[in-house]
């Protein structure tokens, strides 16, 4: 905030270096700001997500924009090794629990309709493991998850 007229004739002469100096130096002895983490937008539409097939290793941010007409979660989970998407997908038709292929569920992101979700799911991604993503939503008690509507995919962290 600057400094009114009455405030600046308040202070002693040469002060104006001294307040500059520690200004630069209260900039530069701060603690240090952690590296910005790169964001995905994951696209979620009626009944598909759009996301790269492979990721960098390392911190991730993700964020789910939905496109679609209906609402939309993504479930995010890191598959034990050498467990693949379609091998998981097919035990999970087949009605087998998921818990025993996977490392466990990495996070949930939910929007609604035309809109981009207010937080966001940030996951240290693993090298050479693949995660997935499945909408587990319906749209009627009588009508089957969006999983089974194609709504999931995969991606591999090189």
Not at 138 to 143: E, G, I, P, R, V
Request: a negative charge; charged letters at 15%.
């Amino acid at each position: 905030m600057p400094l009114t007229a009455t405030a600046r004739r308040r202070l002693p002469a040469g002060s104006g270096l001294v307040l500059a100096a520690l200004v630069i130096a209260g900039a530069s002895c701060g603690p240090a700001r952690p590296a910005v983490t790169p964001e995905t937008v994951v696209g979620a539409s009626d009944y598909a997500f759009q996301v790269p097939a492979h990721l960098g290793a390392g911190p991730a941010r993700f964020r789910l924009q939905n496109t679609g007409k209906v609402p939309h979660e993504m479930a995010m989970g890191q598959l034990r090794a050498g467990v693949t998407a379609d091998s998981l997908l097919s035990h999970m038709a087949a009605g087998g629990d998921p818990t025993p292929l996977t490392d466990g569920v990495v996070g949930i992101l939910i929007v609604e309709p035309g809109a981009t979700s207010l937080g966001t799911l940030d996951v240290d991604l693993v090298p050479g493991r693949t995660y997935v993503m499945i909408c587990q939503f319906k749209d009627a008690d009588s009508l089957p998850p969006h999983v089974v509507m194609g709504m999931q995919a995969s991606f591999v962290v090189d």
